[in-house]
C-alpha cells in the first residue's frame, strides 16, 4: 500500500502538463486536441494525422494514450523515422501499440504487469523505485483528463515486438 501511494505521489508531482488551457477545459477536449494544445506532443499529432488515426482517437472510446513527447521522439535516429513515416501501415502499428482500449488511470496502472494495445500486442508495466515504466519508457505524468480517455506523458517512443 505504501508503494502505491509512493507511485501515485510521484506521478502527481512529475513534471506539469504544458498547455494553455486549464486542466478542467482540457478535460472538454478530445485525446487529440488535448495533445495538440499541450504544445510537446507536435510530432505525434503530425504522425497520428499522417497515419489516419487522428478521427479515430476523436471517437468517444475511453482510450488510454502513452503519448511520447516531442523530445521522446527526437531520440529515434531520423532516418528511423523517416522510414516509419513512410510506412502507413508500419506507422499506424506503431502508434496503436501506445493506445489501450478503456480509460486506465495512474491507481489502476500501478495494479497492471501489462495491457493489450489496440496494435494487439501487450506492453509490459513495472514499477521501480516509486516510477512506472510502460517498457522502457517511463511515466513522467499521469491522467491528462481529455473527454474520451486519458493520456499518460512517457519519454520513450514505444516499438511493438517485431
Known amino acids: 500500500m505504501k508503494r502505491t501511494f509512493a507511485v501515485l505521489l510521484a506521478l502527481a508531482v512529475a513534471a506539469p502538463f504544458a498547455g ?16 495538440r494544445g499541450a504544445g510537446q506532443f507536435k510530432t505525434l499529432t503530425k504522425l497520428l494525422k499522417r497515419a489516419g488515426l487522428t478521427s479515430s482517437l476523436r471517437k468517444p472510446g475511453p482510450y488510454t494514450v502513452f503519448a511520447p513527447t516531442d523530445a521522446a521522439f ?16 508500419k506507422l499506424k502499428a506503431v502508434l496503436l501499440y ?14 497492471l504487469s501489462k495491457a493489450t494495445t489496440l496494435n494487439g500486442a501487450d ?4 514499477v521501480r523505485n516509486s516510477k512506472v515504466y ?3 519508457a517511463r511515466v513522467t505524468k499521469a491522467d491528462v483528463a481529455a473527454s474520451n480517455g486519458v493520456i499518460h506523458v512517457i519519454n520513450r517512443v514505444l516499438l511493438p515486438p517485431a
Open 20 to 35: 494553455p488551457a486549464t486542466a478542467g477545459a482540457r478535460a472538454q477536449e478530445d485525446i487529440v486536441q488535448t495533445a
Open 74 to 89: 527526437a531520440k529515434v535516429p531520423k532516418k528511423t523515422l523517416a522510414a516509419l513515416s513512410a510506412d502507413k501501415k
Open 98 to 111: 501506445h493506445v489501450v482500449s478503456g480509460k486506465v488511470m495512474a491507481a489502476d496502472v500501478v495494479k
Open 123 to 126: 506492453v509490459r508495466i513495472r
Open 134 to 136: 510502460v517498457n522502457k
